[in-house]
């Protein structure tokens, strides 16, 4: 099984997609990380960097990015900042 990062809005666009499957690495910062190394141009990293992020529709909030643990299954979703209300 794999783990899915869910992009939108910013995200999105940054990445030219709207998600794609990643071998199951063992932190959200281990996948960051991978995300932005297959999308080298840098703007997806950028956008990653200022996102706020969901796994299993639970927000990892402050907590640091390499202590959220995934599993085989897990969807993450990137969700960057935004204006409006």
Known sequence: ????LRYWAAAK???GLAEEAFDV????AELLSEAAERHPDGRLGRVLARCAFLVDGEPVGLRPHDSVS?????VV????????G
């Open 25 to 28: 690495p063992r932190t959200v």
């Open 13 to 15: 666009d940054a990445a």
């Open 77 to 84: 979703e990137a969700l960057p900042p935004f204006a409006g």
């Open 1 to 4: 099984m794999s783990v899915t």
């Open 70 to 74: 995934l599993h085989p299954g897990a």
